[in-house]
């Protein structure tokens, strides 16, 4: 099991860039499939970017691909998620999640099912 803190929200107009991090606890960090994903208010929680133990191989929401980022760093047992050219769509509260599948195929590493453990989440508002 990790512990995850999610930081780095906050209220940005449209346009803007913000960078999320989540900070997890354990000696395992970097044997755990990494992943992000968002509630916008009424909606279900949805997919938005994955990334493998090694920090080799990403996946991305084809409504994220292109403006956001995912990153690790193994030595800060640290994820990151750095959101360009935000939406107002983008507003939701994003959660890092963890699964120990260290090698997921695209589908799983993109299905929520496939994450144990989760951040309590941190708001993005983006303005217009």
């Known amino acids: 099991q990790v512990q995850l803190v999610e930081s780095g929200g906050g209220l940005v107009q449209a346009g803007d860039s913000l960078r999320l991090s989540c900070a997890a606890s354990?000696?395992?960090?970097?044997?755990?499939?990494m992943g992000w994903f968002r509630q916008a208010p009424g909606k279900g929680r949805e997919f938005v970017a994955a990334?493998?133990?090694?920090?080799?191989?990403?996946y991305y929401a084809d409504s994220v691909k292109g403006r956001f980022t995912i990153s690790r760093d193994n030595a800060l047992n640290t994820v990151f998620l750095h959101m360009n050219s935000l939406k107002p769509e983008d507003t939701a509260i994003y959660y890092c999640?963890?699964?120990?599948?260290?090698?997921?195929?695209?589908?799983?590493?993109?299905?929520?099912?496939?994450?144990?453990?989760w951040g309590q989440g941190t708001q993005v508002t983006v303005s217009s």
């Open positions: 354990g000696r395992t960090f970097s044997s755990y499939t």
């Open positions: 999640a963890a699964s120990s599948n260290r090698r997921p195929t695209a589908a799983r590493a993109m299905n929520i099912l496939e994450y144990d453990d």
């Open positions: 990334i493998s133990w090694s920090g080799i191989t990403t």
